[in-house]
């Protein structure tokens, strides 16, 4: 059995659209469960957003093309955070695996192939929480594989097991007091290119609602590892202000069909710092989490 889709939207439904249409395309999604998550209006949304979320909802109800479809409508504005954390644990209730994606993430047409091998191959591997399918436009001539591990997870298209998501745990103040006592600062901010502390004591602070970098965290500290693409099998579509999370920004996304997923072993890249740092030092580019952490800032309020 395939690993169903968990798919959340809002009130995009331009990107609502797209994503499903690119979902339509991969050559699985008819032999696959699409479950699709649509957020709430806001206490003091505006007639435009409640349209928005009104025509997102006509779109989904549209869909027939998967083998089975499950909506599930918020009365109420949940905030991304919420409607993740529930529909991921409501979801893994009744499966061992899922993948997910939000409403803006494009994704190619070998996705569903890709996510669904990895899943497979990694299933029994204790120490692999996460599947991932985005990631820089890197340069790749050191690279010999399809794929590489970091220590942790992320959120751009993924996938994990129930195994996984267990160790879910929303206290970002526990997950942190963890990781100083723990002095692991500087892995944690992936050997210090990335500013995972930051947004985790921003999430803390009450600056930002990240479902993410808690996610991140948990993974991180049971020593569990994600799979990521060496080149990525999605697009961020989002970055173009729609969004209450995105601001518009310009990052280099160009993406292949398919990825062929071979076993490697379970240990974090020296090739990924290595060619991260050597991009950075050549051009001012947000990272992903970066660019979360802006988001967050902005939009799905703290309710």
Known sequence: MYAPILLF?????????????????NELSEQSILYIYSDGPTKNASEADIKNIEAVRGIIYSQKHFKQIFIVERESNMGLAGNIISGVTNALERYDKVIVLEDDIYA????????????EMYEVNANVGCIHAWNYMLDTSASSNSTFFLRGADCW??????????????????LLEKIISKKLEY?????????????????INGKNNSWAIRWHASLFLNDMYCLQ??????????????????????????????????????EESEWFFKVYSKMNK??????????????????????
């Open 9 to 25: 939207v809002y009130n995009r439904p331009w990107h609502t659209q797209k994503t499903l249409n690119a979902l339509i395309a």
């Open 108 to 119: 190619s047409k070998g996705f569903l192939k890709y996510m669904n091998q990895a899943l």
């Open 157 to 174: 298209g993924w996938a994990t097991w129930k195994r996984a998501w267990d160790l879910f745990e929303p206290n970002g103040k526990y």
């Open 187 to 203: 892995s944690f901010n992936r050997n210090g290119t990335h500013s995972f502390i930051t947004m985790l004591e921003d999430q």
């Open 229 to 266: 693409p060496v080149r990525p099998i999605v697009k961020n579509i989002g970055l173009d202000g729609s969004g209450v999370h995105s601001g518009n920004t310009t990052i280099e996304q160009t993406t292949v069909d398919f990825i062929d997923v071979e076993r490697i072993d379970v």
């Open 282 to 303: 050549g051009y001012s580019r947000s990272s992903i989490w970066e660019l979360l952490k802006n988001w967050a800032k902005k939009y799905y309020p703290l309710l």
